[in-house]
């Protein structure tokens, strides 16, 4: 049966509550604290309906009133309408340099969201398609060090700075940058084997040794990428909530932000750009007081990965979709722009 608005109102009102007090919600406080032109009486008889359709629930004899998963949900998806529109580029100490790695970008955004919303936040990172290379640029130091930029077709980024055990004369690096950008377009680190090497060797005979450290720097920039699939950051914010000050609570928190099967199951980027999973409607037993809000992000138009606030189930949804929202936006626009800008 759908709720009316006297209802809406009322249960967006011990939604609230809830939220900033951790403690039952009564018809008084309701009728005290809102200007719902009803009577406490009225007010009671609205809550028992609300009780008896699950939408709240009473934790125990003679309390107050508290949200059920079900008056959460009915919350996020009937009561919250509008996301904010603002920007935050201007707040966000932003990379100018093309030699910023993407994973660097994420991690900064993951953190300004953390400072923000004092939750938890958990991040899928770029998919990585396997690390197949997009373009490959040598850029020269000095005599006997470069940096090896690797830009791969999921669109991660990654530098490596290069110590040379011989000098390099720079006058050849235009055309060594073109011969490895012929080779190794569309290749990963499986395929960076001994007759790779030679082939580029049999085309540049003066700089046999720099091949070698070259395509070893390659592969072990590659081979880096994937240990960071998943990045959390503000993991002690959790701690910062009441219920979670019970030591077995916070213990079993940080057990489950340690298990990466259960982290990429949740944060597997979806097509819907913002989802909420609340409470018992998540599949994991050990999440089932927790709620996640997830925002997909983009580079050009394609899922890159996902962005996760994690927390009690009492959470500001309306805040915190908000936030995630357009750090999300923010996030896709950024990557997007550094992306169009290796194509040049």
């Known amino acids: 049966m759908p709720l009316d608005e006297r209802k809406k109102k009322i249960l967006e009102a011990i939604i609230n509550e809830y939220i900033l007090t951790v403690e039952p919600i009564g018809s008084r406080t309701i009728a005290k604290k809102y200007d719902l032109g009803i009577s406490p009486a009225t007010i009671r008889n609205e809550m028992a309906d609300l009780e008896e359709m699950g939408y709240i629930e009473q934790p125990y004899t003679s309390a107050g009133r508290i949200p059920s998963d079900k008056g959460y949900r009915y919350y996020v998806n009937n009561i919250i309408e509008n996301y904010l529109s603002e920007t935050y580029l201007k707040d966000i100490e932003l990379f100018d340099q093309m030699l910023v790695e993407i994973d660097d970008i994420v991690k900064k955004f993951a953190k300004f969201l953390s400072d923000r919303t004092k939750h938890t936040i958990v991040v899928k990172m770029p998919k990585i398609d396997e690390n197949k290379i997009k373009r490959v640029q040598i850029i020269p130091v000095d005599s006997k060090k470069i940096v090896l930029l690797i830009i791969t077709e999921s669109g991660i980024i990654k530098n490596y700075l290069i110590n040379l055990s011989m000098e390099i004369d720079c006058n050849n690096m ?3 940058n073109n011969l490895l950008n012929d080779k190794l377009a569309g290749k990963n680190e499986r395929d960076m084997d001994n007759n790779l090497k030679n082939e580029i060797k049999s085309w540049s005979r003066n700089a046999e040794f720099l091949i070698d450290e070259i395509t ?3 592969i072990k920039s590659l081979g880096q990428i994937e240990d960071i699939e998943l ?11 009441p219920e979670y000050r019970d030591m077995i609570k916070a213990k079993n928190f940080f057990e489950l932000l340690g298990n990466r099967d259960i982290m990429n199951t949740v944060l597997e980027p979806e097509q819907d750009i913002l989802d909420v999973t609340i409470g018992s409607e998540n599949k994991f037993d050990n999440m089932k007081d927790l709620s996640i809000i997830k925002a997909t992000y983009l580079i050009n138009e394609e899922i890159a990965g996902s962005l996760g606030i994690i927390g009690p189930t009492r959470m500001n949804y309306f ?11 923010e996030l896709s626009y950024v990557l997007s722009n550094i992306y169009r800008n290796t194509e040049r």
Do not use: C, M
């Not at 990045?231 to 909530?241: K, Q």
């Not at 805040?319 to 936006?329: D, P, Q, R, T």
């Open 216 to 218: 070893n720097g390659i």
């Open 231 to 241: 990045y959390i950051e503000g993991s002690s914010n959790i701690l910062n909530f």
């Open 319 to 329: 805040k915190l979709l908000n936030e995630i929202n357009v750090i999300a936006k």
């Open 174 to 176: 235009e055309f060594l």
